[in-house]
Structure formats: structure tokens, C-alpha cells
């Protein structure tokens, strides 16, 4: 009986032993370890450990995120539009005022802040203001791609929430993510719609939300060699607070494009497909579309080029060859 007794303890040991565990339980503060072995991976007393040579895409532990809420620093983490965002000037049609602008002050002071110094240093905020359509949002993501920053698009509903006093602290947990990569830029798209005008009906939140975006902006805590900008883009700039107005320094006008940006646009457009127009008729588009948005032009080429597509009857859709779509200037004045 005591060797049974001690052959059933050697047997429940043995058991707990080669007993494997899936992991550990998922919580706020940690992430599901998944029971398949992956790339990367190995088994190490039944727990799943990543290798150290795999390269880990996540940012390393940083201080200032220490006073953050894990969820909103993984929240804000996915408002990251792209790290190096590929764009060049050419990319935009026409502006040339605001393009040699914002080199100056914006572009080459985030490349070099050896050089730009004191006087000479960038400003923490830009504001783009002018029509719908007209390439804010493409102009906020050059800026990312030429001074090799991060690039964050952050909306309204971005930094909003249903409880009180966590659209602040999505404010601040921004901010601080932005610093730690940092050269960076944020675009704040329609940003009349998160810093309008404040007044004495305003609900205590979203004043509150306010106050911590300017604090951050430009507060006791900032610092002069900090390599973060604010764009942000409106087509109501006369709604934006007037301390929010006074923090965005530089301000630019992005008016519609000119005859020779609008056909540039169409040109560019128009080259990744079939088409049989010539140079004369690229100038004869671009005269008979005065008034046209850079976003209108887009609309109306993809128009044209549907314009083939309706001609084919429905026989001869799934036999016709695509080197026979062609578009015509016939076809393109029809959609004008």
C-alpha cells in the first residue's frame, strides 16, 4: 500500500510536469500569447517566448508613456497613417507658392535642426485653409514623406469618447506617442469641427478637450527643440478659436488650381489609360473646366473613362479585348 501510495504521487507529478500551459490569460495590461508556434517563436517550459533576433515592430518602452493608459497608446498607435509615406511635389498639380513655402519652413527645418536654430526654428503649427477639394489632405502627407516623419491623421472622432474626461486624455496620450516618434507630423482634418469657437453653452468636455489640445500645443511643458507639427485643415477658418488660431503660425491659402494645374491633372490622369487626345485637347479640357477642384477633375476623368465602357454592347462585354477601350475627345466633351 505505501508503494502504491508513492507510485500514485510519482504519477501526479510526472503528470503536472509534462503538463503544457496555452499561455497566460489576457488582460488589459498584456496580450493573448497564441498555443501554435509561429515564425520566430520557441517553447520554453510551456510558455511561447518570441526570439530575440526577430525584429519586433512595436517602439521600445519609452518614460513618457508611463503616465499613459496602455489602450490609448495602442489606440492612437492605429491612427498612424503610414511611417514614410511615399510622395513627392510633383504628385500635387499646381501651387507652387505653397509648395516653395512650405520647403522653407517646414520641410528643411525637420530634416536639419542643426541648422534651423532659434530664429531660424520651425513652427509648431500650420493651417491650410481653402476650398474642398483642393489637396490639404495630399499636401499634410508630402510634408511626412519629404522630411521622412511620422505620420498621424487624426479626426475629430479620433479624440472623442462617450466617457467623461477620456478626450483629454486621448489628447495628451497623442501628444506624447507623437514626441516618442519623433521627427512627426500630425494632420487634424476639418479641424474647425474640434477647436471652434468656445462659448457659454459649450458642454464642459469638449471645452475641456480644447484646453488640452492648446496646452499641448503651446504650454508650460513644451519644448523649443521638438521636432512635431500640427497641420491642420479647414474650409471654415473664421470658426476656429481664436487662441487655436494664434498657436497655428503659418497659415496658407490653398485656392482651386489654375488652367495649367488642371491640366496637368488631366494629363496625369488620363495616361494610365487608353485615351487617343493629343496635347491640344488636354489645353481645351483644361479651358472649358473654370472653377474646378482638383477633387472635380478626379470625378470627371473617372467619368470619362467610363464613358467606352457603355458604348460596348452587353454581347460583346466578356468577349472584347481591353486594348480596344480607348477614349476619344468625342467621349470626354459628352462627359463635360
Known amino acids: 500500500m505505501k508503494n502504491s501510495g508513492q507510485d500514485q504521487g510519482t504519477l501526479a507529478c510526472s503528470y503536472r510536469q509534462g503538463k503544457k500551459s496555452l499561455g497566460t490569460r489576457r488582460g488589459p495590461n498584456n496580450r493573448f500569447i497564441p498555443p501554435v508556434m509561429g515564425r520566430g517563436m520557441e517553447s520554453t517550459g510551456g510558455v511561447l517566448q518570441r526570439d530575440n533576433q526577430c525584429p519586433v515592430a512595436e517602439m ?60 531660424r526654428g520651425p513652427p509648431k503649427g500650420l493651417l491650410l485653409f481653402g476650398p474642398p477639394g483642393t489637396g490639404k489632405t495630399l499636401i499634410g502627407r508630402c510634408i511626412a514623406s519629404q522630411s521622412k516623419s511620422t505620420f498621424f491623421c487624426i479626426s475629430a472622432s479620433s479624440l472623442t469618447s462617450k466617457w467623461v474626461g477620456e478626450g483629454e486624455k486621448m489628447v495628451r496620450g497623442l501628444f506624447q506617442v507623437a514626441r516618442c516618434y519623433q521627427p512627426a507630423v500630425i494632420f487634424i482634418d476639418e479641424v474647425d469641427s474640434l477647436l471652434s469657437q468656445r462659448c457659454d453653452g459649450e458642454h464642459e468636455a469638449s471645452r475641456r478637450i480644447k484646453t488640452e489640445f492648446l496646452v499641448q500645443l503651446d504650454g508650460a511643458a513644451t519644448q523649443a527643440e521638438e521636432r512635431l507639427l500640427i497641420i491642420g485643415a479647414t ?27 488642371r491640366q496637368h491633372i ?48 452587353f454581347e460583346q462585354m466578356e468577349t472584347i479585348c481591353a486594348s480596344q477601350v480607348s477614349i476619344t475627345l468625342q467621349q470626354r466633351y459628352t462627359t463635360l
Not at 514614410?84 to 498639380?93: R, S, Y
Not at 472649358?288 to 482638383?294: A, D, H, L, P, R
Request: proline letters at 7%; hydrophobic letters at 40%.
Open 235 to 261: 474650409n471654415r477658418p473664421q470658426e476656429i478659436d481664436e487662441a487655436a488660431r494664434r498657436r497655428f503660425v503659418k497659415r496658407l491659402y490653398i485656392p482651386l488650381p489654375d488652367s495649367e494645374a
Open 60 to 119: 521600445e518602452p519609452d518614460d513618457r508613456l508611463k503616465s499613459i493608459d496602455p489602450k490609448i497608446i495602442q489606440l492612437i498607435k492605429n491612427e498612424i497613417m503610414d511611417h514614410k509615406p511615399h510622395m513627392n511635389w510633383e504628385d500635387i498639380a499646381g501651387l507652387s507658392y505653397a509648395k516653395k513655402t512650405i520647403k522653407e519652413i517646414v520641410v528643411w527645418p525637420l530634416l536639419r535642426p542643426d541648422i534651423f536654430t532659434g530664429l
Open 266 to 313: 488631366v494629363s496625369r490622369l488620363m495616361a494610365e489609360q487608353n485615351c487617343q487626345l493629343t496635347e491640344w485637347d488636354f489645353i481645351s479640357i483644361s479651358q472649358q473646366t473654370e472653377g474646378f477642384s482638383g477633387a472635380d477633375m478626379a470625378n470627371l476623368c473617372r467619368e470619362a473613362a467610363l464613358g467606352p465602357i457603355r458604348s460596348i454592347p
